[in-house]
């Protein structure tokens, strides 16, 4: 399975301080998506990074790919208690548009 | 544009019952998907419709059938409700005019089913 793993499983931090969550993966990929989701609603696609990219932006949010090490990390900055959520590594397989999820990182944000 | 929408947001069932899950997006999107979700952990794919006449087995299709109806609809049937079938569903899809498109899921808001 292509399935990335997520590490840490969970994250808690104060209002302010940056958040890293990282995945993994084993196999090649097309491209790789992050994606939240509050408490009891349906998923939010945040960036996707295309296996030719090693870094991308997007306002307080920081993804990095690394190929040869076939990893990913997520870096939200300066958090806020709205950021509180599970954030969602997928894998879209080269073979087509399918995509893998991670089995996620719970990010507490305290006030 | 509502994106993706499902019905119903809820349903409890008995076990042996039969429900169907209903998807559609008006976003003109070629392909579209079931997943599940458990508690504490990512999704798993059930089926997916790569595009309007198709359908394909995901990771856990088993207990499960769909039906691609066009391309806007795509649901989801439990013929014979199961315990483990409790879960949260999620729709969702995608344009996929490229077999390698660099794109995003669009997803609904899910469905809750519950299983006694």
């Known amino acids: 399975s292509q399935q990335g793993e997520e590490d840490p499983q969970a994250l808690s931090i104060q209002e302010g301080e940056n958040a890293t969550m990282n995945c993994s993966y084993k196999t090649s990929i097309n491209n790789l998506q992050w994606y939240r989701q509050n408490s009891g609603r349906g998923l939010v696609h945040l960036i996707l990074?295309?296996?030719?990219?090693r870094e991308k932006h997007s306002g307080r949010l920081r993804v990095t790919l690394d190929t040869s090490k076939k990893s990913s990390s997520l870096l939200i900055t300066a958090s806020r208690a709205a950021d509180t959520a599970s954030y969602f590594c997928a894998l879209q397989e080269t073979s087509g548009s399918r995509l893998t999820f991670g089995e996620g990182t719970q990010l507490t944000v305290n006030p | 544009n509502a994106g993706v929408t499902q019905t119903p947001k809820f349903q409890v069932l008995k076990t042996g019952q039969s429900m169907t899950l209903q998807c559609a997006q008006d976003?003109?999107?070629?392909?579209m998907y079931w997943y599940r979700q458990d508690p504490g952990m990512g999704l798993r794919l059930i089926y997916y419709s790569a595009s309007e006449g198709t359908t394909d087995k995901g990771e856990v299709p088993n207990g499960y059938n769909v039906s691609r109806l066009n391309k806007r609809e795509f649901s989801l049937r439990l013929e014979s409700a199961a315990p483990s079938q409790t879960s949260v569903y999620f729709c969702a899809s995608i344009s996929g005019r490229l077999v390698r498109a660099q794109e995003t899921q669009y997803f609904g808001p899910g469905t809750r089913l519950l299983v006694l």
């Open positions: 976003m003109n999107h070629n392909s």
């Open positions: 990074i295309r296996s030719n990219e």
